[in-house]
């Protein structure tokens, strides 16, 4: 199948961008999305045309490095797919797709589709962590999970910090981000010492990005890869509040 | 010349011995010692975590935007641990008789010993970091079998292991940045490493967004820089995996053990394009419950629930009733390949077997089976379109691991001072093939258990003067890098870096993939020079060296990836034996089994870089075997 793209070109985070078309021809089904990017690319390069710069590396849905927009949507709208497992099949001859990278304040363009999400390495740093140094920790065993417990913090803890969350909000809020961190880390035994300190203190650096805030929009769910739930924003903000009560009963 | 440093005394004893006879250093005195540490993964990560919590001052190097991105993350079935919580005859001497076997005999027994000692602290310590492994309805662990076992020791987090066990240690590594005993350096790819009086002291980095040429100076440098797979073009690694960071330390005198020994994984998803950019791994932990199969007849194209029982070979249950769908990698896969050379592969190409699940659904429910493997059986359908929960899955085998890695004693140090190597990217203790989760194990191993007593005792035995990157070792290296650099670019040829990363994938796994000939790995020896000289001479790089330029970034790389292509090669056709995954056609026992050669080879490999143009000279470290008896392997 043949393809035109407009795809988001800037050089640098200083630089102004723009839309280029391209046409791709001799897309087949059986390739991946970043594989019939790859394909322009080589053919791109031919042309002594610089490629596009778009990030990836584990390539199957895990490491949360790829992602940008198809057509105005994170990873593009196929429930539970990031970009790098987004089959062709999907796609059909004559497309035109609208390739540009995640927008947000907190996220700058680095170049073409390639965004600076360090943001969220700043979030964890504030208290997205059980701090338990290197040592001679208590025997496994001896530390019960209920199962369902387990299974929400493994629900949670599934997010892969890609950023569609961000990108596809209107307020381009860091909520549902932060949220799983803290119900996954909040909702085991051994998350209970530092729950409402790892709560406000993440809630804190979140704020202090230029991220905005959760009005119930509900995108973020709909685009997550890892079909992480909103109802995780509502534990965080449970957890907020007893925070800020706490502290302010002394 | 190699000195493997193995303490002394009854194997029990060895690792606490050594830990005993280490020096200490005194905490306030431990900020001043800087450690470097290139990689984040599982060993990266858990490495700087541990020894920045001891208070040394650590700096950790990661290409990706996030040190969360290591390519542990994608580990996907789970971690061995001795712990024998099932009551089924597991112990630390079991999980290291299991490994020494399962690695064909080519390991050294005082590691994979200490390994095994290890494993159970290593579950305690990820528990109490919250890593939300699999729990039972009473609150306890859940475990499952892997292959080449016969206990349940495998501690998993749904199919997604190595996430949780990376995030573990990646939320360790992120707390330490926050109190700054960890300057955390993303974006920045190692290109060479100092030496200084015959000493690690450095780094020369490359900042991948604007392209600045840096240097590092420390007391010890670290590599947790992973495998090599790529070498191969087609794996199921990240794309980034690459061996530059080893493969630089190798030319500067750091001795490569094992290059040949490559783990081919026997469950993923068939090449289907020719514009394939990777395979993706199907967890092993299927094998528990799937059976593999394929029709007795040639050129059946029924689909499979057409085809009866009668007519089915269910090829590993059959040759090896005991071990079954459950045999090791190395068997499987060279299994997989037999059936498809013979004309009996199922799919596009006939390059598959079935992955069944048919009598799993019928034995357990579909529920369950949706319960234990579900994330794996939607990733299949996202890529083939296939629900197999309706359809067996098509799987062949594809390059997973590295076993091979530098060369490293006991303490994990390599050939020259101060320069550490841990996780996949060392050699140690897999042998000639890696058991299932046993990947994670030795990761974390290294970074949070062993380094943290060695490189203190590096620290303390050794005089290491002051060094700063203003010393002219720093310069000479800076300005080696940055003329490579200018070198790919000046190019100016006509061939794109994917294209010749390709032709030299094909090349590497045609002839030192599943089967291995010396005819087949001559005829390398001769190829691989030239496309090398093709690469120099002909390679296009759009762009400059001072940008995000990751064609730029690819090439550096793939031209790692051609010299150690050679010298893989080097090392498989000298070894005249059959080993794990390393299969020499002319070495087989009678029934096609790999045939190992005990008089000539129960040595490693160490391979000493002599220069440019010059040949590689070998050295070896012999491998003797006091507690577990040398046997033809056997999982009949």
Redesign the interface.
């Known amino acids: 199948m043949n393809l035109t793209l407009k795809v988001w070109r800037q050089?640098?985070n200083k630089s102004a961008g723009k839309f280029v078309t391209y046409q791709v021809q001799g897309v087949?089904p059986?390739?991946?999305f970043?594989?019939m990017l790859?394909?322009l690319n080589?053919n791109?390069?031919?042309q002594?045309?610089?490629?596009v710069?778009f990030?990836?590396?584990?390539?199957?849905?895990?490491?949360?490095?790829c992602g940008f927009l198809i057509n105005g949507v994170a990873h593009g709208g196929h429930r539970?797919?990031t970009v790098c497992?987004l089959?062709m099949?999907f796609f059909k001859d004559g497309d035109s797709l609208t390739l540009e990278p995640w927008r947000a304040k907190a996220f700058p363009v680095?170049?073409d589709l390639?965004v600076?999400?360090?943001a969220?390495?700043r979030i964890?740093?504030?208290g997205?962590?059980?701090?338990?140094?290197?040592?001679?920790?208590?025997?496994?065993?001896a530390?019960?999970?209920?199962?369902e417990d387990?299974?929400r913090?493994?629900d949670a803890?599934?997010c892969?910090?890609c950023g569609a969350c961000v990108a596809a909000c209107p307020n381009a809020a860091a909520m549902l981000f932060t949220a799983a961190k803290i119900t996954?880390?909040n909702s085991?035994p051994?998350?209970q010492p530092q729950r409402y300190q790892r709560t406000s203190d993440m809630v804190a650096a979140m704020s202090g990005e230029l991220f905005g805030s959760c009005t119930n929009h509900g995108e973020c769910e709909a685009v997550c890869p890892k079909k992480i739930p909103i109802e995780f924003i509502g534990r965080m903000n449970r957890d907020l509040i007893h925070a800020t009560l706490h502290r302010r009963g002394g | 010349m190699l000195e493997s440093n193995i303490p002394s005394g009854p194997i029990e004893e060895k690792w606490e011995r050594a830990r005993f006879e280490m020096k200490l250093v005194n905490p306030a005195n431990r900020r001043k010692h800087t450690v470097i540490i290139v990689g984040s993964g599982l060993a990266g990560a858990?490495a700087a975590?541990?020894l920045g919590?001891q208070g040394y001052n650590v700096h950790c190097f990661c290409f990706?935007?996030?040190?969360?991105?290591?390519?542990s993350?994608?580990a996907q079935g789970g971690i061995n641990a001795a712990?024998n919580?099932r009551n089924d005859g597991d112990s630390i001497h079991r999980l290291f008789y299991d490994t020494v076997k399962g690695g064909d005999f080519r390991s050294r027994e005082a590691n994979v010993f200490r390994l095994a000692q290890i494993s159970v602290?290593i579950?305690?310590?990820?528990?109490?970091?919250?890593v939300?492994?699999?729990?039972?309805?009473?609150?306890?662990?859940d475990t499952r079998s892997f292959g080449g076992v016969q206990v349940s020791r495998t501690f998993y987090?749904?199919g997604?292991t190595g996430?949780?066990l990376l995030?573990g240690a990646?939320?360790?590594l992120?707390?330490q940045?926050?109190t700054g005993s960890v300057k955390?350096h993303?974006r920045s790819e190692m290109l060479d490493i100092v030496v200084v009086n015959g000493r690690a002291r450095g780094v020369v980095t490359r900042d991948l967004?604007t392209g600045a040429i840096e240097s590092f100076a420390a007391d010890v440098v670290v590599l947790a820089t992973g495998g090599y797979g790529n070498v191969f073009y087609l794996s199921?690694n990240?794309?980034?995996c690459n061996t530059t960071a080893i493969w630089r330390a190798h030319r500067r005198g750091a001795f490569f053990g094992n290059p040949c020994f490559t783990q081919i994984h026997p469950t993923c998803i068939p090449v289907?394009?020719e514009?394939?950019?990777?395979l993706?791994?199907m967890s092993e932990s299927l094998r528990n419950d799937g059976r593999v199969w394929v029709p007795k007849k040639k050129g059946d194209t029924r689909p499979p629930a057409q085809i009866p029982e009668a007519e089915r070979d269910y090829y590993l249950e059959r040759r090896y009733p005991s071990f079954g769908n459950l045999v090791p990698r190395d068997v499987a896969s060279r299994a997989a390949k037999e059936v498809c050379d013979a004309g009996l592969g199922v799919g596009p190409g006939g390059q598959g077997v079935y992955l069944d699940f048919a009598d799993a659904i019928r034995r357990m429910g579909e529920s369950v089976v949706r319960e234990k493997y579900g994330n794996l059986f939607?990733?299949y359908e996202?890529?083939t379109?296939e629900n197999a929960y309706k359809v067996p899955m098509r799987i062949y085998p594809a390059v997973h691991y590295t076993m091979g890695g530098l060369w490293v004693d006991y303490r994990l140090m390599s050939t020259i001072p101060g320069l550490f190597v841990a996780g996949e990217a060392n050699f140690s203790d897999h042998g000639a093939n890696r058991l299932g989760a046993s990947a994670l194990m030795q990761g974390l191993a290294d970074g949070?258990?062993i380094l943290?007593y060695t490189i203190p005792n590096y620290i303390a035995s050794n005089p290491l003067e002051k060094v700063d990157t203003s010393q002219p070792e720093f310069a000479a290296v800076k300005e080696e890098v940055n003329k490579r650099i200018a070198r790919l670019i000046g190019i100016q040829g006509k061939r794109?870096v994917?294209?010749f990363h390709k032709e030299l994938g094909k090349l590497v796994w045609e002839n030192c993939g599943m089967a291995r000939s010396a005819d087949g790995l001559r005829t390398n020896l001769e190829k691989i020079p030239m496309l090398r000289e093709e690469f120099w001479n002909n390679l296009?790089i759009?762009?400059t060296g001072a940008?995000?330029n990751?064609?730029l970034e690819k090439a550096g790389r793939v031209a790692d990836f051609l010299e150690l292509a050679e010298l893989m090669c080097l090392d498989a056709l000298e070894r005249e034996e059959s080993c794990g995954g390393h299969f020499r056609v002319e070495s087989q026992t009678p029934d096609g089994e790999a045939l190992r050669d005990d008089d000539r080879f129960s040595f490693v490999s160490a391979w000493e870089w002599k220069g440019e143009g010059d040949q590689w000279e070998l050295h070896r470290e012999p491998l003797t075997f006091e507690h577990v008896h040398l046997a033809q392997r056997s999982y009949k």
């Open positions: 050089q640098d087949t059986d390739m991946s970043l594989e790859d394909l080589e791109l390069q031919a002594g045309e610089a490629p710069a990030e990836h590396d584990c390539r199957e849905g895990i490491c949360g490095m539970g797919t497992q089959s099949r680095l170049r390639a600076d999400r360090s969220f390495d964890i740093q504030a997205g962590f059980i701090t338990a140094p290197t040592g001679v920790a208590p025997e496994a065993r530390i019960l999970v209920p199962k387990a299974d913090a493994m803890a599934a892969i910090g996954h880390l085991l051994q998350g | 858990s975590a541990s919590q990706q935007d996030s040190p969360r991105r290591a390519h993350i994608a712990k919580y602290n579950i305690d310590q990820c528990v109490a970091q919250g939300p492994f699999a729990r039972e309805y009473g609150g306890l662990l987090a749904r997604q996430q949780q995030l990646y939320q360790a992120e707390e940045v926050a955390m993303t967004l199921t990240a794309k980034g289907s394009n514009n394939q950019s990777k993706t791994l939607d990733m996202e890529i379109g949070y258990f943290p794109t994917d294209s296009r759009i762009g940008e995000l990751q064609s």
